[in-house]
């Protein structure tokens, strides 16, 4: 599971068996954690699931996100090869 950023006590991280799904990444800091789906067509993010995650640290999560898009898909598609399904 590949740590992509540490940022602000956030960790964002992939796991390496989800090759297969639409672009996402894995958030934690301290004990909240979350998926969050890339949304490359809108430039926007939508929450998978979260545990933990208060309405503060969503939007501070979003704006790391936001701030780091770019370079989160570029590592998205270095690690899993580009692959992703269509539609998201």
């Given at each position: 599971m590949p740590t992509i950023l540490l940022v602000r006590g956030w960790r964002?991280?992939?796991?390496?068996?989800?090759?297969?799904?639409?672009?996402?990444?894995?958030?934690?800091?301290?004990?909240?954690?979350?998926?969050?789906?890339?949304?490359?067509?809108?430039?926007?993010?939508?929450?998978a699931w979260s545990h933990g995650l208060s309405p503060g640290l969503r939007r501070e999560l979003r704006r790391i996100i936001f701030d780091h898009?770019?370079?989160?898909?570029?590592?998205?598609?270095?690690?899993?090869g580009g692959h992703h399904h269509a539609g998201h």
């Amino acid at each position: 599971m590949p740590t992509i950023l540490l940022v602000r006590g956030w960790r964002l991280f992939f796991y390496s068996n989800e090759r297969n799904e639409p672009p996402h990444v894995h958030a934690q800091k301290g004990g909240a954690e979350c998926k969050m789906w890339l949304l490359r067509d809108t430039y926007d993010v939508a929450e998978a699931w979260s545990h933990g995650l208060s309405p503060g640290l969503r939007r501070e999560l979003r704006r790391i996100i936001f701030d780091h898009f770019d370079l989160i898909m570029d590592e998205w598609n270095r690690h899993h090869g580009g692959h992703h399904h269509a539609g998201h």
